[in-house]
């Protein structure tokens, strides 16, 4: 690969998006970085939004970019879809939040705990942050039990419990998985101490130490295709061993879906036929509005009912807020089993045809991902759990971030993405195109 490559792209990048520029400037006067989510920067600075309308996100410069990053696989509908935006519009004027709830929250419990084999009962709050955060206090408050153990790699929001193993580099890692790294400074030595790591995919590994833990671990949370590495799906095995031994030791099974959620009407649960105790959401069961849910077992939720004196209080302002409920309602009634099928099978088609590209160019890469979710890792490692990403070619990863946008193209700036309803094989192939194009421009 060209450094002298890398940076015309970058250059081509500045010197289109001067209003970006100068915006970022001024928001760094007001903003850490210029920005409130750490996910929305990259280098040298980002784009700034004026508009988005179906396929399409549009920036104050006028670069308008075919959208396969979809705000972190949020709009699953496109975006500004007309039946959202009127069920938005008809809220507004009836009021946009209240003190009481609503029968739009009804409903969409209604709906999700039909949808969701673990669900028997639900509770909304504003993120997927939350809504893992408050299913590992029910797990503690069921079990007794103090100590959580998660992924390393596995991302499951911001809250301090989860920030362990996040995207530990490379010279930060043990001879395994299982010690754990703390993702900030700061952080209290409890937080280590109370979180146990582990390796994905290694069924041997895991069983030795969650039984070594049994009697202190309250929960394992886990995604059953876990976003940060490339939306791999985990081993069916692997999920089916781990659902055996906590199971028999009675340790509750969280699944976080807050990005898998959208493979089937179910779930990565249904897909994969394992069932968890419980289950997080976030993203597409809002509808594009800001949006959290945990639930599972009725005995387990039970702790947070009020009427029964429940132990574990749960308040927010803005939690089940009638503007994400009729959302969402929109999303989860359109997504229909005809439409994640075809959906799914263009996510298989345009995961076969940037395999058929990377091998025709010659260039060593993988390409993970299930049903409308994908990602792109530039080594010839097989991608099975965080420790094989860290194979992966990050300067390779950067130029075709960067050359995408030239290209007219948005994705994750690690490199993956998802499709939505509106995806055609037209969208496909212009993003296998443009992949083309950049890997070809880079590597020249």
């Not at 001067?18 to 928001?27: I, R, T, V």
């Not at 009020?306 to 803005?318: D, K, N, Q, V, W």
Request: contains cysteine.
């Amino acid at each position: 690969m060209s450094e002298l490559q890398v940076q015309r792209e970058v250059d081509e990048f500045v010197a289109s998006t001067p209003k970006s520029k100068a915006l970022q400037d001024e928001a760094a006067q007001y903003l850490p970085g210029g920005s409130s989510r750490g996910t929305a920067y990259f280098a040298p600075y980002p784009t700034f939004v004026d508009h988005a309308k179906g396929h399409h996100v549009y920036d104050v410069d006028g670069n308008g970019y075919l959208d396969f990053m979809i705000n972190a696989t949020t709009h699953v509908m496109g975006h500004a879809h007309p039946d959202i935006v009127a069920a938005l519009q008809e809220q507004a004027e009836r009021g946009n939040s209240f003190s009481g709830p609503t029968e739009a929250q009804v409903r969409l419990a209604k709906n999700l705990c039909e949808r969701v084999p673990s669900l028997e009962t639900v509770r909304f709050t504003n993120s997927g942050t939350e809504g893992t955060m408050m299913a590992i206090r029910g797990a503690r408050a069921f079990t007794g039990k103090h100590r959580i153990a998660k992924f390393e790699g596995g991302y499951h929001g911001s809250h301090e419990y989860v920030s362990v193993s996040v995207r530990p580099p490379a010279d930060a890692l043990g001879p395994d998985a299982t010690t754990p790294v703390p993702e900030h400074p700061g952080q209290p030595p409890s937080v280590s101490d109370d979180v146990i790591t582990m390796p994905f995919n290694d069924l041997e590994a895991c069983e030795r130490i969650i039984r070594e833990n049994k009697d202190e671990l309250a929960c394992v949370i886990m995604e059953a295709v876990s976003s940060s590495f490339g939306y791999l799906p985990a081993d069916v095995d692997f999920l089916r061993g781990i659902r055996e031994i906590t199971e028999e030791l009675g340790i509750v099974l969280i699944f976080d879906e807050v990005q898998s959620f959208r493979v089937s009407a179910g779930g990565a649960q249904e897909m994969m036929g394992v069932i968890p105790d419980m289950t997080t959401f976030g993203k597409i069961i809002g509808g594009g509005m800001p949006v959290g849910a945990w639930g599972g077992r009725r005995d387990i939720m039970a702790l947070f009912d009020p009427t029964e004196g429940a132990p574990l209080a749960h308040a927010g302002t803005f939690n089940a807020n009638p503007m994400t409920m009729v959302a969402g309602e929109v999303v989860m009634n359109h997504l229909t089993p005809e439409v994640y099928e075809r959906m799914n099978a263009l996510g298989e088609t345009l995961r076969a045809k940037l395999r058929a590209v990377f091998d025709e160019l010659e260039v060593p890469a993988q390409v993970t991902g299930v049903a409308s979710l994908f990602g792109i890792h530039f080594t010839d490692e097989e991608i099975v759990d965080y420790r094989s990403t860290l194979t992966g070619d990050g300067d390779m990863t950067k130029a075709l971030f960067t050359g995408l946008l030239n290209e007219g193209i948005l994705i994750q700036t690690g490199g993956a993405g998802a499709l939505n309803v509106l995806t055609t094989d037209a969208e496909v192939d212009a993003l296998v195109d443009g992949v083309r194009k950049v890997v070809t421009r880079v590597r020249r």
